[in-house]
């Protein structure tokens, strides 16, 4: 199948978290079309088996393909770390996670201390972003901590003030005492508590976004391959689609994305 550079970047993910990845693609590619779908109506996937995670992810990359799209991004930690094997072998098209970019930027950034990682139960209890940090440089020493409280606060909105700053202190007052000289925010949801990361873990602490560190690679990905779109003056189209009622999404969403989002069509994805 022959790419064309005019298709849009096609990104998943299990629900709003994805949007963070989708900003950054935005910033980093402006003249690029996307469309993204969140799969609303089977939120959250950090619950279920790998097996059922790739039939999901499957499926959305199925819906995807079907609107023309070029390039692939897995904008969820769970389905990288389960699917992108079984995506990349089904798929005609580049298909890239958030997991190898942000253990990718980790490495060019720290100092020679250690690496945190903070992420969701299910992706830190999947050894994704420990196994991808060691095949990058064995030895490096990694900290790994499940922080689940950060995603209810950001999609609520509490990303300042007392509260996210009272539960990152009980998540991440051990990081500064571990050595660690870098931190991945190995979760989607959390770009949007950057600020009251930082001040828990002070300012000898790197922060990792893995949603621009994704964004760099596909910009490299894209350019090497001859996919990027060309510039245009008008405004390229982004579409969105969900799998639930759109209400929520479009407001919560708007948050994570840094703009509004204008409509959002729910669609059935069959099985």
């Not at 619950?47 to 023309?68: D, I, P």
């Not at 007052?173 to 002070?202: N, Q, R, S």
């Not at 893995?210 to 690679?217: G, K, M, V």
């Not at 948050?255 to 509004?260: A, K, Q, T």
Request: with cysteine; hydrophobic share 45%; aromatic share 6%.
């Amino acid at each position: 199948m022959r790419q064309d550079s005019h298709g849009p970047i096609g990104v998943f993910d299990s629900g709003i978290g994805g949007l963070t990845v989708l900003k950054a693609l935005m910033a980093r590619l402006p003249h690029e079309r996307t469309v993204y779908l969140g799969d609303t109506a089977r939120v959250p996937y950090g619950t279920k088996s790998g097996e059922v995670v790739t039939r999901y992810s499957l499926k959305n990359a199925e819906f995807l393909m079907e609107r023309g799209i070029k390039l692939l991004v897995v904008a969820c930690n769970t389905a990288s770390a389960a699917a992108l094997p079984a995506l990349s072998a089904a798929l005609p098209v580049p298909v890239l996670g958030v997991i190898e970019p942000g253990a990718r930027a980790a490495l060019r950034q720290t100092r020679g201390g250690g690496v945190g990682v903070i992420g969701t139960p299910g992706t830190i209890r999947s050894g994704a972003y420990q196994r991808a940090l060691e095949a990058g440089s064995p030895q490096v020493a990694v900290k790994a901590k499940a922080c689940p409280l950060f995603v209810p606060l950001a999609e609520e909105g509490w990303t300042t003030g007392d509260v996210p700053l009272l539960v990152a202190k009980e998540y991440l007052a051990g990081f500064a005492h571990d050595g660690v000289d870098t931190l991945v925010l190995g979760c989607t949801h959390y770009p949007l508590l950057k600020g009251v990361i930082a001040e828990v873990v002070g300012p000898h602490v790197s922060l990792v976004d893995s949603a621009e560190a994704t964004a760099e690679a596909v910009a490299e990905l894209l350019g090497a391959r001859g996919l990027l779109a060309p510039e245009v003056s008008t405004a390229p189209e982004h579409a969105y689609f969900v799998t639930d009622v759109p209400e929520r999404f479009v407001e919560v969403g708007a948050r994570f994305l840094g703009r509004p989002i204008p409509s959002a069509e729910q669609v059935d994805l069959r099985f």
